[in-house]
């Protein structure tokens, strides 16, 4: 408990009735590529450079498809880096979720382009954010999509030693 003061009177405040958050995971692409991925499916782990942090059982994944080791709400947070030398109208990405382990919709998602300025290769970030209501962890699952329609020659970037295209999977307390 913990006492405040508001205009004299004196109020407690129970922190035994905050849900403490109790999962923290990150994975990421270790390994660029080009074109569209419906999932990302292979090159991902765990991050593991030095000093990462974690609460609790971690998510699983199995062919880009991710296994959340509770139920709760979750923030997923979805970071994508790209890089085309030209440009791409249109860049597409992603966080899709199901709640029968097999039809999968866009839970959110945005847009983004890459337009050359000069002869050399451009940058573009891309950044979603969920909050999922995981109410049965056999059901209940995300996976990451990107698709970029104006030019197949666009990377999505990875690196096994520090996050490009990364995920962010954080339980915020009970369903």
Not at 11 to 34: A, C, E, G, N, Q
Not at 75 to 92: E, M, T
Not at 126 to 143: I, P
Request: aromatic share 12%; net charge negative; with cysteine.
């Amino acid at each position: 408990e913990f006492l405040i003061s508001d205009a004299g009177t004196v109020k407690r405040i129970d922190y035994s009735l905050l849900t403490p958050i109790s999962m923290v995971d990150r994975h990421r692409l270790t390994t660029s590529f080009t074109g569209t991925a419906t999932p990302i499916a292979s090159n991902l782990e765990r991050a593991d450079e030095t000093g990462a942090g974690f609460i609790g059982t971690g998510m699983t994944e199995s062919s880009g498809i991710f296994t959340f080791p509770s139920t709760g709400i979750y923030l997923i947070q979805a970071y994508f880096n790209f890089s085309l030398n030209g440009d791409a109208r249109d860049i597409a990405h992603q966080i899709q979720t199901t709640t029968d382990n097999s039809s999968y919709s866009i839970a959110t998602g945005g847009d983004t382009f890459i337009q050359q300025t000069s002869s050399s290769t451009a940058y573009m970030n891309g950044f979603s954010s969920y909050t999922f209501d995981v109410t049965n962890t056999s059901t209940h699952k995300v996976r990451f999509k990107v698709d970029s329609d104006a030019n197949t020659s666009c990377e999505v970037r990875g690196s096994s030693t520090f996050d490009l295209t990364s995920f962010t999977f954080i339980r915020l307390g009970d369903t």
